[in-house]
């Protein structure tokens, strides 16, 4: 690392930041004094929200990062070192899905999926996890989703990888406990984001009936639970879940 390029301000990763709950979570964490490292695969588009989050005063940078290829993460966390030289934060919001019936799911998208919810989470984290280590303290947030707790149609891949996503965060969360490292989980129901505009009418009357609020989430209101998690508050909360879902989870019979 070289001390001229250090910084005093916490460092929060975040992947998957080009748009949509990561850009919130990225300025909700500039918001708290933290530089944001905005990372996706569309270099450019991650340079746009840094830049939108350094026009509101924030710290922030923009990289490129493929959560999943494992064999590039080393590569990124030592350009991070060079960079920044730390890592307090880290955000692992990058994810995919295809909806295609159970019986029809294709194992080569199985695996993809697998690769880049769990494998890409677990990878980053273990490299973040040594940055962490050397000041005692330390924040994981993984961000799941309601459909890795309730099944939803379609969801084969998506759904199982997001109930092991928050497996693997109470498995870090007792590994981590001794080094002042937590590790939480927010699951979202439905946000209104650019993946949002996908789906369909039928699926979207599903969530207003079955979602007592009768709205979709915001996406910084995601930011809002993620700011919590990634802050001093939540020093003694580890090994959870958090549902941001106006409801959904916790609904049964909603008309009397």
Not at 124 to 135: E, N
Not at 181 to 196: D, Q, R, S, W
Request: with cysteine.
């Amino acid at each position: 690392m070289s001390a001229n390029r250090q910084t005093d301000a916490r460092v929060a990763v975040i992947t998957g930041a080009a748009g949509g709950i990561g850009a919130a979570i990225a300025a909700r964490l500039a918001r708290a004094g933290m530089h944001v490292v905005v990372t996706d695969l569309d270099l450019g588009a991650a340079e746009a929200v840094a830049a939108t989050v350094a026009e509101e005063g924030g710290a922030s940078s923009a990289m490129t990062l493929n959560v999943g290829d494992s064999d590039v993460i080393g590569e990124f966390f030592a350009a991070l070192d060079s960079k920044l030289g730390r890592c307090d934060v880290l955000v692992n919001n990058a994810g995919i899905a295809s909806l295609i019936p159970f019986g029809e799911f294709p194992l080569d998208t199985w695996r993809r999926i697998i690769e880049v919810n769990v494998t890409g989470p677990l990878a980053l984290t273990q490299h973040a996890i040594k940055r962490m280590r050397t000041r005692n303290w330390g924040r994981i947030v993984n961000i799941a989703s309601t459909s890795g707790i309730r099944a939803g149609a379609g969801r084969t891949g998506y759904g199982t990888s997001k109930a092991a996503l928050m497996g693997l965060t109470r498995q870090m969360a007792i590994e981590l406990a001794p080094f002042g490292i937590t590790a939480n989980a927010v699951a979202p129901g439905p946000v209104e984001t650019p993946l949002a505009r996908h789906h369909s009418p039928a699926a979207r009357e599903a969530y207003m009936r079955l979602v007592p609020m009768k709205r979709y989430g915001m996406p910084d209101e995601i930011g809002a639970a993620v700011g919590y998690f990634a802050s001093d508050d939540a020093a003694y909360t580890t090994g959870q879940t958090l549902a941001v879902d106006g409801g959904f989870l916790a609904a049964g019979v909603l008309d009397a």
